[in-house]
T-cell receptor, first 110, second 117 residues
């Protein structure tokens, strides 16, 4: 599976959009981009995933560049409850396991 | 019911004790997973069960012994652990026996925090 690069940490003011970048320059054509987050001392939570097109759900939007070498997770109106570690994971369609990288620690502040 | 339930939430044990962690899901999922997470590190896969059979063992020491008695239940038996085994143990499940990424996702429990003295 392709390797991902994420900033170690980011800050965001409450009510503003949080834009979390992920670089995956070696991604293959059959590999998906998944995002999970982990709030302190809880289990990871699925957020969203995509292959080529931009995706949106009730939690977030995922913007994937046309060359698929990078993506951005957007939380449109961040709240204090969005403070967590966000993991960007690239995984092939038939991979047998999900492997987490180091993620981005997002701190939402008042 | 879209939950993965793990018990106990906290466990303290000595190096000579035998204890077990339990994980339960009632979503009809056919794959279940154990992950281990040390402080400030990402979760690391330990075991995968597919249709109640062990399909992946990530070279985990034998002092960790998984068991899948039925499709809803996953246990992790612990014996002769070391202090460095202290961690958050996460259970997860997914709908298909082998998750087809793009259509599936993992559902995680809240974890069992283990301290080995």
């Amino acid at each position: 599976d392709a390797k991902t690069t994420q900033p170690t940490s980011m800050d965001c003011a409450e009510g503003r959009a949080a834009n979390l970048p992920c670089n995956h320059s070696t991604i293959s054509g059959n590999e998906y981009v998944y995002w999970y987050r982990q709030i302190h001392s809880q289990g990871p939570q699925y957020i969203i995933h995509g292959l080529k097109n931009n995706e949106t759900n009730e939690m977030a939007s995922l913007i994937i560049t046309e060359d698929r070498k990078s993506s951005t997770l957007i939380l449109p109106h961040a709240t204090l409850r969005d403070t967590a570690v966000y993991y960007c994971i690239v995984i092939s369609g038939t991979a047998s396991k999900l492997t987490f990288g180091t993620g981005t620690r997002l701190q939402v502040t008042l | 019911d879209t939950e993965v339930t793990q018990t106990p939430k906290h466990l303290v044990m000595g190096m000579t004790n035998k204890k077990s962690l339990k994980c339960e899901q009632h979503m009809g999922h056919r794959a279940m997973y154990w992950y281990k997470q040390k402080a400030k590190k990402p979760p690391e896969l330990m075991f995968v069960y597919s249709y109640e059979k062990l399909s992946i063992n990530e070279s985990v020491p034998s002092r960790f012994s998984p068991e899948c008695p039925n499709s809803s239940l996953l246990n992790l038996h612990l014996h002769a652990l070391q202090p460095e085994d202290s961690a958050l143990y996460l259970c997860a499940s997914s709908p298909q026996a082998q998750t087809v990424w793009g259509t599936g996702e993992l559902f995680f429990g809240e974890g069992s925090r283990l301290t080995v003295l």
